[in-house]
């Protein structure tokens, strides 16, 4: 997080923290991880704890910012420190562009020609064919597409059960419904269920129909979500109370902390691409990551929870830092933490809306890490605005959310990386907006914050997570 602008930034491409304790696993003996060392700009020195990397320059902009961070440290014996500087198109973000289910291996999805979308029926591999099958609306609204409709439509209420619920939502890859409502459709046509025949899909379980008594469908939500333990006023730029953000996450690499993330559902972490380069030796191995939930301090770390597979999306471009999301599945659940909602199909939050955003990156530009959870409210700003010459000068995509101020000062910073940015909603819940991805700088003008826009993502994050769980 920084907080106060200052100035042009310096040429650095590392930062050191000579003073941070190396972090503590409970139950887990020491990790004997070897640095791993690249033939560019190596600083020797002293035991060091922390390294930040920094990507090269950008096109005519100065100093692209990565908000990848490394922590690091070995009993007080001296440790050379490497750093990974890529100057590849815009140079910001390093990631693969693959597909990768787990470890290193890349998991292909094979469809045959005769296969049949949405008809409740898994033709593909991978089950691709019946993952893009759900959708959410306003209030949401459940809306399901079928073989036979092919468009998204509202289901009938009628002979719904809690228990066709738990199904749906089990589908999605949570573990059950939690709130199984009613809301009224404007739609002349609607899906009816019939609960004596459900089949394991709700796709395969209904059929489209014009009779919908008072035109009542079914408002579905699959987990408690957006509600902290903890509310009350929040000061701008302060370390953050326990159970604030109870969804935030802390992914360590090689006992380091790495990058942020969000607990999106109880095995579920949602956080960047950029922050699993293949290009890095070991980042993409799940054995090498830890994962921390709910925490506000990396000097007092609960038991780890370990990965089970790493989908990084297919299509991200550490070029452009296009499609920077990425989606964890943890080898157990976290069901003890209140995760943070996902945004509901076209659920928008206006321009100039204040936002938070949290976590365990650099406070200033070229500082070290926060040892501690920090928040910042950040501006929710205009994709036209964040695209002028004086910004990112036609960089930011659709797929991108700018936040910040543009006076510069508040931003998300390195090591926030995959954190969350989250907004409120008129139903009280805090929303997944962004994912912190790159920017220029950390809190300077014109130069705010880039963070990958979720809901532009919900297609693929559903899909996503009813596939691995299959």
């Not at 609204?141 to 066709?164: D, Q, Y």
């Not at 009613?182 to 004596?196: A, G």
């Not at 014009?210 to 509600?227: E, F, T, W």
């Not at 365990?360 to 928040?375: H, I, K, P």
Request: proline share 6%; net charge positive.
């Amino acid at each position: 997080m920084a907080y106060t602008q200052n100035g042009d930034p310096p040429n650095y491409n590392y930062m050191l923290d000579q003073n941070r304790p190396q972090p503590s696993y409970p139950g887990i003996q020491a990790a004997q991880g070897q640095p791993y060392y690249i033939p560019q700009q190596i600083l020797h020195t002293p035991a060091p704890n922390l390294v930040q990397t920094v990507p090269s320059q950008s096109r005519n902009v100065s100093s692209s910012k990565s908000k990848k961070l490394c922590f690091r440290g070995s009993g007080g014996s001296a440790i050379i420190v490497t750093l990974l500087v890529l100057a590849v198109g815009f140079g910001v973000r390093y990631g693969p562009s693959l597909f990768n289910f787990a470890k290193k291996e890349q998991i292909t999805d094979t469809c045959p020609a005769s296969k049949v979308v949405c008809d409740g029926k898994k033709d593909c591999s991978q089950g691709s064919d019946e993952s893009v099958c759900v959708q959410f609306g306003k209030g949401n609204e459940l809306l399901v597409k079928t073989s036979k409709t092919e468009s998204f439509l509202p289901v009938c209420s009628k002979g719904w059960t809690k228990s066709i619920g738990d199904q749906t939502c089990k589908q999605l890859g949570f573990k059950e419904s939690f709130e199984n409502g009613i809301v009224q459709t404007s739609s002349s046509t609607v899906q009816s269920v019939n609960n004596s025949q459900f089949s394991n899909t709700i796709q395969g379980s209904v059929v489209s129909s014009q009779q919908c008594p008072d035109k009542n469908v079914v408002s579905l939500r699959c987990n408690d979500c957006g509600r902290p333990p903890t509310s009350g006023k929040i000061i701008g730029g302060a370390t953050a109370a326990q159970g604030q953000w109870p969804w935030q996450a802390s992914l360590h690499f090689m006992r380091s902390h790495t990058c942020g993330g969000s607990l999106v559902a109880p095995n579920f972490i949602l956080t960047a691409a950029h922050c699993f380069p293949s290009d890095t030796a070991g980042m993409q191995e799940i054995s090498n990551w830890r994962v921390f939930v709910g925490i506000v301090s990396q000097g007092n770390l609960p038991n780890p929870i370990y990965l089970k597979q790493i989908i990084l999306h297919e299509n991200y471009k550490s070029a452009t830092h296009d499609n920077d999301i990425a989606l964890l599945k943890l080898e157990t659940s976290v069901n003890q933490i209140n995760p943070i909602c996902l945004p509901v199909t076209g659920q928008t939050f206006p321009t100039g809306m204040s936002c938070w955003t949290t976590g365990f990156g650099a406070t200033t530009q070229g500082g070290r890490g926060s040892t501690t959870l920090m928040e910042v409210a950040v501006n929710l700003i205009e994709q036209s605005t964040c695209n002028k010459p004086t910004s990112y000068d036609g960089a930011i995509t659709g797929n991108m959310q700018c936040a910040g101020d543009l006076a510069g000062g508040r931003d998300s910073c390195q090591g926030d990386s995959g954190g969350p940015m989250v907004c409120k909603a008129d139903d009280q819940r805090w929303y997944l907006t962004g994912v912190t991805s790159w920017g220029i700088g950390c809190g300077k003008k014109n130069l705010p914050g880039v963070y990958a826009k979720v809901e532009r993502f919900l297609p693929w994050i559903h899909s996503r997570m009813q596939m691995v769980q299959q």
